[in-house]
């Protein structure tokens, strides 16, 4: 299973990015997906997590500004940021679990937030 991540970058604070991460080679349907970061000396957090029937749940430091969603057939979870802030600057990697407890990761995607 590989989960294939895309849509980091460098963008100036206030600016928008979209992350997208793709799902592939799983036998059993993902259920819950979503985005975890670490920033440079720190722990991996969580971001966001989308269930199956589209509940999303966002830390503190995200809410209103970022959004999850997610295409089911497509295996694929998004991360719209907006009004990032230098302190976004992180390695964003996205997540999965599916129906047997199994969690995968993705390879990692830089977003680096001027200020």
């Known amino acids: 299973v590989q989960l294939q991540a895309s849509g980091g970058g460098l963008v100036q604070a206030g600016g928008s990015l979209r992350l997208s991460c793709r799902g592939f080679g799983s036998i059993f349907s993902f259920n819950n997906m979503g985005w975890y970061r670490q920033a440079p000396g720190k722990e991996r957090d969580v971001v966001a997590i989308?269930?199956?029937?589209?509940?999303?749940n966002y830390a503190d430091s995200v809410k209103g500004r970022f959004t999850i969603t997610r295409d089911i057939g497509a295996d694929t979870v998004y991360l719209q940021m907006n009004s990032l802030k230098p302190e976004d600057t992180a390695v964003y990697y996205c997540?999965?679990?599916?129906?047997?407890?199994?969690?995968?990761w993705g390879q990692g995607t830089q977003v680096t937030v001027s200020s």
């Open positions: 989308i269930s199956e029937d589209a509940q999303a």
């Open positions: 997540w999965a679990s599916n129906r047997v407890n199994s969690e995968y």
